[in-house]
């Protein structure tokens, strides 16, 4: 059944209807994207007013990102919208990786027990942006949703011109922030330029409407029988819609393969005599590639707009979930006066660090994927001739590797950390998930900074205490041998610092460190 | 140093040889590919240190330089 496309309202905006010459705004929000709506979900639900500006009127056409990854269903939930986008979505944990038609490697994402989200769900973004959406409409006084408002103009001082349907007006924002996407028309007006590495590859991407039983797993195929020579990826949604991606070479037309004469057949190839209709088409090419910075005076680049990578991994629109993450609790202090503007600098170095862990990442599998000749496809054919031989070489067959979060392993608001606790627990990872009572763990963090605290007492201003129960999960994961722990967490969920005795005077030095020192 | 630098075989030239037969009747390409294959093999029995001393010592030896 394919997805109803409705159209937002549009309304004339504000300015206009006032007539003013210039709109003063706090925080502006440029693309409605799943980006700029969970921004906007998120600095709403710490107080702080946004406006929202998008060029367009319906969500995203074409199912795009669909795989989100269990920290961003985390991040999702804490904004309101993950259990119902992971009762819609497809969940899946096991990757399978074929040579030929000969499975060579497989893995299972989430083999632990004891967390609320699983490892993957594969939901499309439309869905995601719809309810993002409907999430906004419980914010009316403080999202203003502007459809059909196309930002042209940007200065580094967040001013910018809008055109609308009913004629342009100005605005001033404090911050005005780029969710517009890998394309990003902001980036470009500014003169800012990607660095990094430009594939020369090309693949189809195609969304099917299929009666299939195959099995909720990610597949994917080195030189398939059905694809000869080339890669070729197949994932479930919802919907009975399939999305799968082709390898085309880079001598492929985009325009002469996407025409469905030429895409049916690769596709019959694969499905055999299953009846199936084309839902969506499209061809892309790789980048991974980053903006040297992603603070430029008063605009802040977020998601697909300060950097893209390769789809193989799925970290695209992941590593823009976790972007958000990472600003909109600083942006909210900032906004209310209660943290330095300098705050910002730790969402440059946590997320620059996360982007180039990405594009790393990202790189080392496209590389994989599609070797060049000489070397690095000598290489890479070895690796698939002995995976089907000796284990070792499994572990280097590379269709990607998905996303993981990053632990900020340089934070500069990261204070002090005991190693004698559970690694995974450590000052800038995200803090793991475990059972919590009737509850889960990051549902029962509040929305400020948290002391958690395991055995003992602990009190600090700015901070709310929250005393863990006896759980065995909970305690393999933040105990380990220790008897005590306190833990403080950002309101990001991410762990600040730690700690095996309770130090106030320490406590609240970690605390001012994690805000970013005195405002 | 975990890479062993000093003669560690009973018989190179046994070995040498067993080396050149497998490559004999090989085009250039197959060649290359048994090659990859064997490095694959013997980087993954050397372990990390040994097969990155390796790489560097085999990088030198050619004159180029061990990034």
Redesign the interface.
């Known amino acids: 059944m394919p997805y109803d496309y409705r159209r937002m309202p549009y309304e004339t905006p504000a300015p206009l209807k006032r007539g003013e010459a210039e709109e003063r705004i706090g925080v502006a929000i440029v693309g409605a994207g799943p980006i700029g709506l969970a921004l906007a979900v998120d600095l709403a639900m710490r107080g702080v007013a946004s406006v929202v500006l998008d060029d367009n009127d319906v969500v995203s056409v074409g199912s795009r990102a669909i795989c989100w990854a269990k920290r961003s269903l985390e991040i999702l939930d804490r904004l309101g919208v993950g259990e119902r986008i992971a009762e819609k979505g497809v969940t899946w944990k096991v990757g399978r990786t074929y040579h030929g038609d000969e499975e060579v490697w497989s893995f299972d994402l989430l083999p632990e027990e004891g967390h609320k989200m699983p490892a993957f769900v594969n939901l499309q973004q439309y869905y995601v942006e719809e309810y993002l959406v409907e999430r906004c409409r419980d914010f009316p006084d403080l999202i203003d949703l502007r459809v059909l408002n196309t930002v042209t103009g940007v200065s580094r001082d967040g001013s910018a011109t809008v055109s609308t349907p009913d004629g342009t007006y100005r605005l001033k924002a404090d911050w005005l922030v780029a969710c517009d996407g890998a394309r990003s028309p902001i980036r470009e007006g500014l003169g800012l330029e990607f660095v990094g590495e430009l594939f020369e590859e090309r693949f189809l991407i195609a969304d099917i409407t299929m009666k299939a039983d195959f099995p909720a797993e990610r597949r994917f195929w080195f030189e398939p029988p059905f694809h000869e020579g080339q890669s070729a990826l197949l994932h479930k949604q919802p919907d009975d819609l399939w999305r799968i991606d082709l390898q085309l070479g880079w001598d492929a037309d985009p325009e002469e393969e996407k025409r469905p004469e030429k895409v049916i057949p690769r596709i019959e190839r694969i499905v055999g005599d299953r009846p199936f209709e084309l839902d969506w088409v499209s061809v892309y090419t790789f980048q991974c590639r980053r903006l040297a910075r992603f603070v430029h005076d008063r605009v802040i680049f977020c998601g697909d707009s300060a950097h893209v990578v390769s789809p193989f991994g799925a970290r695209g629109g992941n590593g823009g979930l976790q972007d958000v993450d990472a600003l909109g609790w600083k942006l909210a202090l900032i906004a209310k006066g209660e943290a330095p503007e300098s705050l910002l600098e730790s969402y440059e170095a946590e997320r620059i660090e996360a982007a180039d862990e990405n594009i790393r990442n990202s790189s080392r599998a496209t590389r994989f994927m599609t070797p060049h000749p000489g070397?690095e496809r000598?290489?890479r054919?070895?690796?698939l001739?002995?995976a089907k031989k000796?284990p070792?070489?499994r572990s280097?067959v590379n269709s990607g590797r998905l996303s993981r979060p990053c632990s900020y392993s340089a934070s500069p608001l990261s204070g002090p950390d005991d190693p004698t606790l559970p690694a995974a627990s450590r000052p800038g990872a995200p803090a793991p998930d475990a059972p919590f009572g009737d509850d889960w763990l990051l549902n029962a963090l509040p929305d400020g900074f948290t002391v958690l605290v395991f055995g003992g007492e602990a009190h600090l201003p700015g901070a709310t205490t929250l005393v863990a129960p006896r759980e065995d999960a909970l305690r393999a994961r933040y105990l380990g041998e220790a008897e005590r722990a306190f833990y403080l967490i950002r309101p990001d969920q991410h762990v600040a610092a730690r700690w095996t005795h309770w130090d106030k005077a320490a406590a609240a030095g970690a605390l001012a460190k994690a805000k970013g020192g005195a405002p | 140093m975990s890479l062993v630098t000093e003669p560690n075989l009973d018989d190179p030239d046994g070995l040498y040889d067993a080396l050149l037969r497998a490559h004999q009747g090989l085009s250039e390409a197959e060649s290359a590919a048994l090659d990859a294959r064997l490095v694959l093999v013997l980087m993954n029995h050397a372990g990390e240190d040994a097969a990155r001393e390796a790489l560097a010592l085999a990088l030198a030896a050619g004159g180029e330089d061990a990034g």
Do not use: G, S
Request: proline share 0%; no cysteine.
């Open positions: 070397a000598w290489f054919d070895a690796v001739a002995l000796a070792f070489a280097m």
